[in-house]
Antibody, heavy 126, light 110 residues
């Protein structure tokens, strides 16, 4: 069974740092890109960052670029999100998600998130 | 404001057919496939439709998806009370070089 288990959330003061982890099991972790997606209380889903299967390519939404760093350790089947200079607006449940993908017979590329972890709550407040 | 536009709410009575729209642009839905996620309060999102119209194993065939141009739709036929949830569309955006989501649609079964 594919499982993703986030940890590392908690209460942090504005300007502080936190590192989230996502432990993966049940699939070949090193073969899949991974993402972090967050959801502020009562709000919708917001993609935060993605990393390629090998870890050589990373992507960020504008609001976190320069403050957050995504990384992975394929030997430990673990995804990370280092969050620095945290702001109140970073308060959210953070989910990790496995990216699945395929090319069809015409060469079109399809990708999606499945599954998602259960999430870890990050609260930025003084 | 979300890059993909969804109606904030939708409703229907049991047995009815409901559709939820998702509008994007040439850099996202115009080039890439639509995915839909279902989320119940206090739980993680779950994949409902991928690759515009593909149902993962275990998803009832009451759920269907389609995409045309820069818009996508999720249809739920034979509406049931347990379908009451939030629904989000998502795709990759080639200009932003990242994933984008719709703001979500809260479905109420009357």
């Amino acid at each position: 069974e594919v499982q993703l288990l986030e940890s590392g959330g908690g209460l942090v003061q504005p300007g502080g740092s936190l590192r989230l982890s996502c432990a993966a099991s049940g699939f070949t972790f090193s073969s899949h890109a991974m993402s972090w997606v967050r959801q502020a209380p009562g709000k919708g889903l917001e993609w935060v960052s993605a990393i390629s299967a090998s870890g050589d390519r990373t992507y960020y939404t504008d609001s976190v670029r320069g403050r957050f760093t995504i990384s992975r350790d394929n030997s430990k089947n673990t995804l990370y999100l280092q969050m620095n200079s945290l702001r109140a607006e970073d308060t959210a449940v953070y989910y990790c998600a496995k990216e699945a993908n395929y090319y069809d017979s015409r060469g079109y590329y399809y990708n999606w998130f499945d599954p998602w972890g259960q999430g870890t709550l990050v609260t930025v407040s003084s | 404001q979300s890059v993909l536009t969804q109606p904030p709410s939708a409703s229907g009575t049991p047995g009815q057919r409901v559709t939820i729209s998702c509008s994007g642009s040439s850099s996202n839905l115009g080039k890439n496939s639509a995915n839909w996620y279902q989320q119940f309060p206090g739980t993680a999102p779950k994949l409902l439709i991928c690759s515009n119209n593909q149902r993962p194993s275990g998803v009832p065939d009451r759920f269907s998806g389609s995409k045309s141009g820069t818009s996508a739709s999720l249809a739920i036929s034979g509406l049931q009370s347990e379908d009451e949830a939030d629904y989000f569309c998502a795709t990759w955006d080639d200009s932003l070089n990242g994933w984008v989501f719709g703001g979500g649609t809260k479905l109420t079964v009357l």
